[in-house]
């Protein structure tokens, strides 16, 4: 962490720069997500000085747009502080004035953890341990799905919806990708998943897919077990996946123009439908 007095002998744009990677290190730690040795270790002042000392700063910047400033000096004047939304909404300032916008992987978002008590262990002391939650045969086959953040971003929703698994086809982005990776938030790492091709999917299994000029999503019987195909951004699924697609085609009104949505928002559209019609069923 550098010393904010040292931040006055900067020029303007290497200042900027700093003050956004500061807060950016001040967040991951407040979420509790730093990495080894990037925690907050500047031993003059606690964690909450240091921030509104950088906030000072970075109010005395000219090119700080005026909402952004109110907004600083509102959270500023809370008590209790709320450290991690002032660090939020200085560093999303700085990368409006430094022209740079933040992805979906350089958001800093904490894992929301589920955490229950070792069943194994009845005393009060018992240690608590993660356990992933899903709905048992609840499955997705992304086929030919390019782009590493779609993928990403449809295994997050995918373990956040409770899918007990996802296929992938051969030509599908890697799951390894640094952007699969990032944009799907540690999900890749708790979410089964394997590469198959469309005909080794389970022979007994419901198949359907995702696809227009089907059964309109509010009228369709979701199986209480199943996979769902999910076609790529640019061509839908496959002449070969709809004809696999035995229980039936389930779509997605639009009355749009374009009529057209991305492939990780229809497919967290599909999920929250068959969650609620398994819901219904239990």
């Not at 951004?233 to 009355?255: N, Q």
Request: hydrophobic share 40%; aromatic share 8%.
């Amino acid at each position: 962490m550098i010393d904010p007095n040292k931040l006055f002998q900067l020029s303007p744009g290497q200042k900027r720069r700093k003050l956004a990677l500061s807060f950016g290190a001040l967040e991951r730690d407040i979420a509790g997500i730093a990495e080894a040795g990037a925690e907050y270790n500047f031993s003059s002042m606690s964690r909450a000085e240091y921030e509104k000392a950088l906030c000072e700063i970075l109010l005395k910047d000219s090119k700080l747009n005026s909402a952004s400033a109110q907004k600083i000096r509102e959270l500023l004047s809370q008590n209790p502080l709320d450290e991690r939304r002032l660090c939020n909404v200085a560093r999303n300032a700085l990368l409006e004035i430094l022209g740079t916008f933040p992805a979906e992987w350089d958001l800093v978002i904490a894992p929301h953890a589920t955490q229950i008590q070792n069943e194994e262990k009845s005393c009060e002391c018992a240690p608590l341990v993660q356990k992933r939650n899903f709905f048992p045969g609840v499955c997705v086959y992304a086929e030919d799905i390019r782009s590493p953040f779609n993928l990403g971003s449809i295994f997050r929703t995918a373990e956040g919806m409770g899918a007990e698994k996802i296929f992938l086809s051969p030509l599908c982005a890697e799951a390894t990708h640094p952007r699969a990776i990032r944009s799907a938030m540690g999900c890749i790492e708790t979410l089964g998943f394997e590469r198959v091709p469309l005909d080794e999917l389970p022979a007994d299994e419901n198949v359907f897919v995702l696809e227009t000029g089907g059964t309109p999503i509010e009228q369709f019987e979701f199986p209480a077990h199943g996979i769902c195909i999910i076609g790529s951004e640019e061509l839908g699924a496959s002449p070969e996946a709809l004809k696999r697609a035995t229980y039936g085609r389930v779509t997605i009104p639009m009355v749009g123009l374009k009529a057209s949505l991305n492939v990780g928002v229809a497919f967290g559209i599909l999920m929250q439908k068959w969650v609620e019609a398994l819901c219904r069923k239990i």
